[in-house]
């Protein structure tokens, strides 16, 4: 069974940067990882995902080159980290794990979830 923890998530100011972070319990070698976030009222959208069989990345159009997704197997934790933060957004930030290593870009390829850390921009 995988469980995954997620944290860093806090208040920040628009232009600022912060890093996410997901410690992951269980056999994850193998799995595709990634983030996921939900704003209130809204579906969650795909974030990052890294791929195990060669870290092959992948990002969503509206953080491409803002954010970079990584992952340190010997300690087991992902990483998002996160540049140029938007404003006045609050999103719940989740990490996500599947056992198929495709990097699927839709919410029902991800078989694990953590519980989700938030980010809230503001100034």
């Known amino acids: 069974q995988v469980q995954l923890v997620e944290s860093g998530g806090a208040l920040v100011r628009p232009g600022d940067s912060l890093t996410l972070s997901c410690a992951a319990s269980g056999h994850t070698a193998g799995y595709a990882t990634g983030w996921f976030r939900q704003a209130p009222g809204k579906g969650r959208e795909f974030v990052a995902s890294?791929?195990?069989?060669?870290?092959?990345?992948y990002y969503a159009t509206s953080v491409q080159g803002r954010f970079t997704i990584s992952r340190d197997n010997a300690k087991n934790t992902l990483y998002l980290q996160m540049h140029r933060l938007k404003s006045e957004v609050t999103d719940i930030y989740y990490c996500?794990?599947?056992?198929?290593?495709?990097?699927?870009?839709?919410?029902?390829?991800?078989?694990?979830w953590g519980q989700g850390t938030p980010v809230t921009v503001s100034s």
């Open positions: 890294i791929r195990w069989s060669d870290s092959r990345t």
């Open positions: 996500v794990a599947d056992s198929v290593d495709s990097c699927s870009y839709a919410s029902a390829g991800y078989e694990y």
